[in-house]
Structures are given as structure tokens and as C-alpha cells.
T-cell receptor, first 112, second 114 residues
Framework: NAGVTQTPKFQVLKTGQSMTLQCAQDMNHEYMSWYRQDPGMGLRLIHYSVGAGITDQGEVPNGYNVSRSTTEDFPLRLLSAAPSQTSVYFC???????????FGQGTRLTVV | AQSVTQPDIHITVSEGASLELRCNYSYGATPYLFWYVQSPGQGLQLLLKYFSGDTLVQGIKGFEAEFKRSQSSFNLRKPSVHWSDAAEYFCAVGGSGNTGKLIFGQGTTLQVKP
């Protein structure tokens, strides 16, 4: 049972480049979320999904897009990378509001 | 607005000493509360959770937390800290609506002195 898998683990982008962070879960969870972690700020919600075909914005959505075509996958797209998007990104999934969230190992992104 | 505050950014304790990490939340309804731990370069691991019932909850690695509605607090405790407990600790509350999203505190970094 792999849980939540994120790829890549590390990435360096140039300003203006685009890329997709991949997230897959094999627990058949309905809920999936993307967070970014910055020093002293905890984890902040970027986008979330309550099921296939349904997504919504979180606290810091600007510059990011998501889609949820299947229950398993929830990719995060950076449209035009900016240095302010340098961060560690975590994907999480959970069964519903009342259950724990399972986290991937994170993607460390640097935008130069 | 829902929020979580962890007042202590950094705490240092001696190995074998007791530990208490503070967490205060702002939430209109009965909260779902969580403590997660993050070791350097790793993802987040759930220590314990509170949904309802007994206000003292036990978790993994010898941790416990007490929910106090009157104080809007959910402090994490451990009677005797081990060097391996050095990590960053996050308190979180389940967001409103049936969305599965979490609202996190800023985190507390625990350093353990030998």
C-alpha cells in the first residue's frame, strides 16, 4: 500500500517556466488537497477536491491550477513559475472531514 | 474565521524532561483537531486526533493531548522526551464543511538537549 505518492521530490525551475507536480493516492479517498509549506507559516492550502471532477480554491490559489479527472490523481500545475513559488509542496488525501489526512513526502521546488 | 495558533515557534527541552506544546484554535462549531509531526525532510505523520468524547486523547510515541473547549486549546504533552522526538510539530483543525481540508498552525520546532 503506497499511500500518497508525489513526484518529483526535487525540482528547479526558471522564472516563467511551467510544470506539473504529480500526486496519486491508492486509498480510494474522496478528498485530496495541495498545501505549500514555508518557514514560519505552517502549511497553507492551495487547492482542494472533494471528488473526481470537483475542485475549489484554498487560501493561496494564485498561480496554480488543479484538475481531478480520477479519484486517484490530483496534479498541481504551475502556469508561469515565480520566485515566490519557491516552497515545499505537500499533497494529502483523506476519507472525509472527520478522518486524518495522509501526506505525501513532499516536493521541494526552487524557482530561480 | 477559522485559525490555529501555536504560540511557541521554538522550544528546547532536555532529554527525559516533560514537554507541553501549546495550540489554540478559533472555530465556530465542535472542532476536529489533529497533531502532526514532521521530521527533517519528511512528510507529516499523525500523532493523534480529537473528534468527540473523552477530552484526553492518546497518540503514538507516548504523546497525549487534552481538548479544553473553555480555553479553545488542544495542547500536546509527553511525560519524558527522547532525543528522537526532535522535530517540527503542527496543530491543525478540520475546516468547515465536508471538504477534508485542514487549517494548520505555524508549527513548533522542538530541540532536545542531551
Amino acid at each position: 500500500n503506497a499511500g500518497v505518492t508525489q513526484t518529483p521530490k526535487f525540482q528547479v525551475l526558471k522564472t516563467g517556466q511551467s510544470m506539473t507536480l504529480q500526486c496519486a493516492q491508492d486509498m480510494n479517498h474522496e478528498y485530496m488537497s495541495w498545501y505549500r509549506q514555508d518557514p514560519g507559516m505552517g502549511l497553507r492550502l492551495i487547492h482542494y477536491s472533494v471528488g473526481a471532477g470537483i475542485t475549489d480554491q484554498g487560501e493561496v490559489p494564485n498561480g496554480y491550477n488543479v484538475s481531478r479527472s480520477t479519484t486517484e490523481d490530483f496534479p498541481l500545475r504551475l502556469l508561469s513559475a515565480a520566485p515566490s513559488q519557491t516552497s515545499v509542496y505537500f499533497c494529502a488525501s483523506n476519507q472525509n472531514r472527520g478522518t486524518e489526512a495522509f501526506f505525501g513526502q513532499g516536493t521541494r521546488l526552487t524557482v530561480v | 474565521a477559522q485559525s490555529v495558533t501555536q504560540p511557541d515557534i521554538h522550544i528546547t527541552v532536555s532529554e527525559g524532561a516533560s514537554l507541553e506544546l501549546r495550540c489554540n484554535y478559533s472555530y465556530g462549531a465542535t472542532p476536529y483537531l489533529f497533531w502532526y509531526v514532521q521530521s527533517p525532510g519528511q512528510g507529516l505523520q499523525l500523532l493523534l486526533k480529537y473528534f468527540s468524547g473523552d477530552t484526553l486523547v492518546q497518540g503514538i510515541k507516548g504523546f497525549e493531548a487534552e481538548f479544553k473547549r473553555s480555553q479553545s486549546s488542544f495542547n500536546l504533552r509527553k511525560p519524558s522526551v527522547h532525543w528522537s522526538d526532535a522535530a517540527e510539530y503542527f496543530c491543525a483543525v478540520g475546516g468547515s464543511g465536508n471538504t477534508g481540508k485542514l487549517i494548520f498552525g505555524q508549527g513548533t520546532t522542538l530541540q532536545v538537549k542531551p
